[in-house]
């Protein structure tokens, strides 16, 4: 056993089709693990690489030198016992430490708990010693923050000297001791200093040539982001005067000319540290403490200040709330409620970005506020957030605890403020979880123009379906390892004469799942698709066609018996319409996706899985789901010739998919260089505009396929 420890303005659910952008990549972070407990090994590899860590695996000492050697590894973690020898591990650690220019972040793992462990680790330059059974989250935190820290260039020391009598000579001993030092001639333009240089810390000549240095001091602690700098002044002697501004507050402190370069450095190096424990305590009391996020009353208060940023895009609000917590249907202790929580911090940092406020406002709710994104890419982010956490499993002693969440998102409009938006993002947050059941996690909070343009929208998609304005479009899915079969993906267009309102393909189905007309275009669909198959049949031409099906339809009783009596009706051979359901309805439908599928089993018909892409959740179903095919994620097959991660994850894919027996799709292809590497990977048909764009006639020739 591996040692692993209600307002007016209602708000309307996300398109469950919006694409999530992928996790935060830990590029080049090479991670080597040297342990020998199999199954601590494969838990920890796991963790690691589902946030982006490559992981190699060592079991001797000796390899570990040779990776060491080769200068590519980002941190390592081993255990103090191997079976080398006693505490052999720590020694040929610190060999290694020997032989670098910058020590490497070490980690130490054991059941040794003795002091004689420990100093032999500490000893070996390690930052950090982790005792048997393992605290995987605080492991893995330890190693976020040992590999994401950038490379220190020291503190930056701003010199305000317009004598040209000592900035030259103090530059020059800061320097020495990887301090980088500024000089501003020219005392007036002190603000766009303070904006260019970003300061640690200001030395002040006391006796300017061009201003009274004490009213330029004063100047300085006026600016909100530089009220508590450092600010030392210097001066050939220190007078009364001088002495008194230190003393009330406007100076650090005072140096005199006459002392010695160490002096300087020492007066220099005391008001940074107490201005970095200034720094911690004002960290203190705007963290979270289990978190380490921003708190409540931080959040409110940057709400505050909101309204003085100059935006490009309306400031937005995620509203961000765990629902369960569960593992195998029991509600989890308190320690494993704060372990799910710790994590899922650590996955919403990966999905922000730097412009992003991110905080914990209460016990399970946490506020993502963005300043500087489109109202769509919050959109994605919202659901990458979402798919991401309900993907996750965090394993707790023995346990693998999993949990999901629902997202309210506010905008701040401008006759709104941002406290609104935060209102606005709890009530749509609210929504969300009364939606849960039916599969809509998120939610937006409209305006009551949103409403009425939504409302307008809907009955344009009303009339179209009444007056026969809609036609389906065909695109054919060819074989590039030999086989013929005549497959089409079926797709849902608006003539000209209904879409000039000018609505998009993925708003239109957004619209219609909102206003409930999904249901009557997935049958509609159906119906069309059927009728087109008959009149292909009896001329001999045995088409196939993948029909989408919505996650609405999939909740619908009544939709089985109808499918049942249709095709029936019919005499159309169960095989010839393939239901095709997206990953996504797959994980927030499991239940009825399951019982769908058993019945089409039943009736002889077949099924495609859409969008996919790897994760362990997925990947766990896939074995147990009798899916017929497996439409890889277009995303990924649009990136592979100039992305060689990808390319490696598709390959994977697609051996995994071999491994069930099931056929791989790749839509999208769009060029010849697409198509040679998905031969490679031994995909089994593509589709994409590179063979045909869609078209209203089902005209491929098959028998021309592509075979390379």
């Not at 500490?122 to 393992?134: C, I």
């Given at each position: 056993?591996?040692?692993?420890?209600?307002?007016?303005?209602?708000?309307?659910?996300?398109?469950?089709?919006?694409?999530?952008?992928?996790?935060?990549?830990?590029?080049?972070?090479?991670?080597?693990?040297?342990?020998?407990?199999?199954?601590?090994?494969?838990?920890?590899?796991?963790?690691?690489?589902?946030?982006?860590?490559?992981?190699?695996?060592?079991?001797?000492?000796?390899?570990?030198?040779?990776?060491?050697?080769?200068?590519?590894?980002?941190?390592?973690?081993?255990?103090?016992?191997?079976?080398?020898?006693?505490?052999?591990?720590?020694?040929?650690?610190?060999?290694?430490?020997?032989?670098?220019?910058?020590?490497?972040?070490?980690?130490?793992?054991?059941?040794?708990?003795?002091?004689?462990?420990?100093?032999?680790?500490?000893?070996?330059?390690?930052?950090?010693?982790?005792?048997?059974?393992?605290?995987?989250?605080?492991?893995?935190?330890?190693?976020?923050?040992?590999?994401?820290?950038?490379?220190?260039?020291?503190?930056?020391?701003?010199?305000?000297?317009?004598?040209?009598?000592?900035?030259?000579?103090?530059?020059?001993?800061?320097?020495?001791?990887?301090?980088?030092?500024?000089?501003?001639?020219?005392?007036?333009?002190?603000?766009?200093?303070?904006?260019?240089?970003?300061?640690?810390?200001?030395?002040?000549?006391?006796?300017?040539?061009?201003?009274?240095?004490?009213?330029?001091?004063?100047?300085?602690?006026?600016?909100?982001?530089?009220?508590?700098?450092?600010?030392?002044?210097?001066?050939?002697?220190?007078?009364?005067?001088?002495?008194?501004?230190?003393?009330?507050?406007?100076?650090?402190?005072?140096?005199?000319?006459?002392?010695?370069?160490?002096?300087?450095?020492?007066?220099?190096t005391n008001a940074l540290k107490n201005a970095e424990r200034y720094g911690q305590l004002q960290t203190l009391i705007n963290r979270d403490l289990l978190t380490g996020l921003y708190n409540r009353r931080y959040l409110l208060e940057q709400l505050e200040l909101a309204k003085q940023r100059d935006l490009q895009h309306p400031l937005t609000v995620l509203y961000i709330h765990l629902d369960s917590l569960q593992n195998?249907?029991?509600?989890?202790?308190?320690?494993?409620?704060?372990?799910?929580?710790?994590?899922?911090?650590?996955?919403?940092?990966?999905?922000?970005?730097?412009?992003?406020?991110?905080?914990?406002?209460?016990?399970?709710?946490?506020?993502?506020?963005?300043?500087?994104?489109?109202?769509?890419?919050?959109?994605?982010?919202?659901?990458?957030?979402?798919?991401?956490?309900?993907?996750?499993?965090?394993?707790?002693?023995?346990?693998?605890?999993?949990?999901?969440?629902?997202?309210?998102?506010?905008?701040?409009?401008?006759?709104?403020?941002?406290?609104?938006?935060?209102?606005?993002?709890?009530?749509?947050?609210?929504?969300?979880?009364?939606?849960?059941?039916?599969?809509?996690?998120?939610?937006?909070?409209?305006?009551?123009?949103?409403?009425?343009?939504?409302?307008?929208?809907?009955?344009?998609?009303?009339?179209?379906?009444?007056?026969?304005?809609?036609?389906?479009?065909?695109?054919?899915?060819?074989?590039?390892?030999?086989?013929?079969?005549?497959?089409?993906?079926?797709?849902?267009?608006?003539?000209?004469?209904?879409?000039?309102?000018?609505?998009?393909?993925?708003?239109?189905?957004?619209?219609a799942e909102q206003s409930e007309l999904i249901l009557q275009i997935d049958r509609w669909v159906i119906m069309q698709a059927v009728m087109a198959a008959l009149e292909k049949h009896q001329k001999g031409q045995k088409v196939q066609f993948f029909v989408r099906l919505s996650g609405a339809s999939l909740s619908d009783a009544s939709l089985l018996p109808w499918l049942q009596k249709y095709l029936t009706d019919k005499?159309?051979?169960?095989?010839?319409?393939?239901?095709?359901?997206?990953?996504?309805?797959?994980?927030?439908?499991?239940?009825?996706?399951?019982?769908?599928?058993?019945?089409?089993?039943?009736?002889?018909?077949?099924?495609?899985?859409?969008?996919?892409?790897?994760?362990?959740?997925?990947?766990?179903?896939?074995?147990?789901?009798?899916?017929?095919?497996?439409?890889?994620?277009?995303?990924?097959?649009?990136?592979?010739?100039?992305?060689?991660?990808?390319?490696?994850?598709?390959?994977?894919?697609?051996?995994?998919?071999?491994?069930?027996?099931?056929?791989?799709?790749?839509?999208?292809?769009?060029?010849?260089?697409?198509?040679?590497?998905?031969?490679?990977?031994?995909?089994?048909?593509?589709?994409?505009?590179?063979?045909?764009?869609?078209?209203?006639?089902?005209?491929?020739?098959?028998?021309?396929?592509?075979?390379?």
């Amino acid at each position: 056993m591996a040692n692993v420890s209600k307002p007016q303005n209602q708000p309307t659910p996300i398109s469950p089709n919006t694409k999530p952008r992928p996790l935060q990549n830990h590029q080049n972070k090479l991670i080597c693990l040297v342990e020998t407990d199999q199954e601590l090994i494969k838990e920890l590899s796991l963790q690691l690489s589902q946030r982006g860590y490559q992981v190699q695996v060592v079991s001797k000492l000796k390899e570990l030198l040779k990776m060491a050697a080769q200068n590519t590894l980002a941190a390592i973690i081993i255990e103090v016992m191997l079976t080398e020898g006693d505490l052999t591990a720590p020694k040929v650690v610190l060999n290694i430490q020997k032989n670098r220019p910058k020590p490497l972040p070490v980690i130490f793992i054991s059941t040794r708990i003795d002091m004689t462990a420990r100093l032999v680790a500490a000893r070996a330059n390690s930052q950090a010693y982790f005792d048997k059974p393992l605290n995987l989250n605080a492991l893995i935190e330890k190693l976020d923050q040992l590999t994401g820290q950038e490379e220190q260039l020291g503190y930056r020391i701003l010199i305000i000297d317009d004598t040209g009598k000592y900035a030259d000579n103090y530059t020059k001993v800061l320097q020495q001791v990887n301090m980088r030092a500024v000089i501003l001639r020219d005392p007036m333009k002190i603000l766009e200093a303070l904006s260019k240089v970003q300061p640690s810390l200001i030395l002040i000549n006391w006796q300017l040539l061009g201003l009274n240095a004490l009213e330029l001091a004063v100047v300085i602690r006026q600016q909100q982001k530089s009220s508590h700098l450092p600010l030392i002044f210097f001066a050939p002697q220190t007078d009364q005067i001088l002495r008194q501004a230190a003393h009330r507050g406007v100076a650090d402190d005072v140096i005199s000319d006459s002392e010695s370069a160490e002096q300087l450095v020492a007066t220099v190096t005391n008001a940074l540290k107490n201005a970095e424990r200034y720094g911690q305590l004002q960290t203190l009391i705007n963290r979270d403490l289990l978190t380490g996020l921003y708190n409540r009353r931080y959040l409110l208060e940057q709400l505050e200040l909101a309204k003085q940023r100059d935006l490009q895009h309306p400031l937005t609000v995620l509203y961000i709330h765990l629902d369960s917590l569960q593992n195998a249907g029991r509600i989890v202790a308190l320690a494993e409620n704060d372990a799910v929580i710790i994590d899922t911090a650590r996955l919403l940092r990966e999905q922000v970005s730097k412009s992003d406020l991110l905080a914990r406002l209460n016990d399970r709710v946490f506020v993502l506020l963005s300043f500087n994104r489109t109202l769509e890419e919050v959109k994605q982010l919202a659901q990458t957030i979402q798919t991401r956490l309900e993907q996750r499993l965090v394993k707790i002693n023995e346990a693998h605890i999993s949990t999901t969440c629902s997202i309210g998102i506010g905008l701040s409009q401008p006759a709104s403020n941002a406290q609104q938006a935060l209102r606005d993002a709890d009530l749509a947050c609210s929504k969300a979880r009364e939606q849960w059941q039916a599969g809509q996690h998120i939610q937006l909070h409209q305006t009551i123009l949103e409403e009425k343009h939504k409302s307008d929208r809907a009955q344009v998609i009303r009339s179209a379906l009444n007056n026969n304005q809609f036609y389906l479009a065909y695109q054919p899915i060819v074989s590039i390892q030999g086989e013929v079969h005549e497959y089409y993906d079926v797709l849902l267009r608006m003539h000209s004469l209904a879409s000039e309102e000018g609505i998009p393909p993925a708003e239109l189905f957004f619209i219609a799942e909102q206003s409930e007309l999904i249901l009557q275009i997935d049958r509609w669909v159906i119906m069309q698709a059927v009728m087109a198959a008959l009149e292909k049949h009896q001329k001999g031409q045995k088409v196939q066609f993948f029909v989408r099906l919505s996650g609405a339809s999939l909740s619908d009783a009544s939709l089985l018996p109808w499918l049942q009596k249709y095709l029936t009706d019919k005499q159309l051979p169960p095989a010839t319409i393939i239901f095709d359901v997206s990953q996504t309805v797959l994980s927030q439908r499991l239940t009825d996706v399951q019982q769908f599928i058993r019945y089409v089993k039943t009736l002889g018909g077949r099924l495609a899985l859409r969008d996919f892409e790897d994760s362990p959740t997925t990947l766990q179903l896939l074995s147990s789901l009798e899916v017929d095919f497996v439409k890889i994620k277009g995303s990924m097959v649009q990136s592979l010739s100039r992305d060689s991660e990808q390319l490696k994850m598709v390959q994977n894919i697609i051996k995994t998919v071999h491994r069930y027996h099931k056929q791989v799709i790749a839509p999208f292809v769009e060029d010849a260089d697409s198509l040679s590497l998905l031969w490679q990977c031994d995909v089994d048909y593509i589709a994409g505009y590179f063979v045909q764009a869609p078209g209203n006639q089902l005209d491929y020739d098959f028998s021309d396929a592509y075979r390379i």
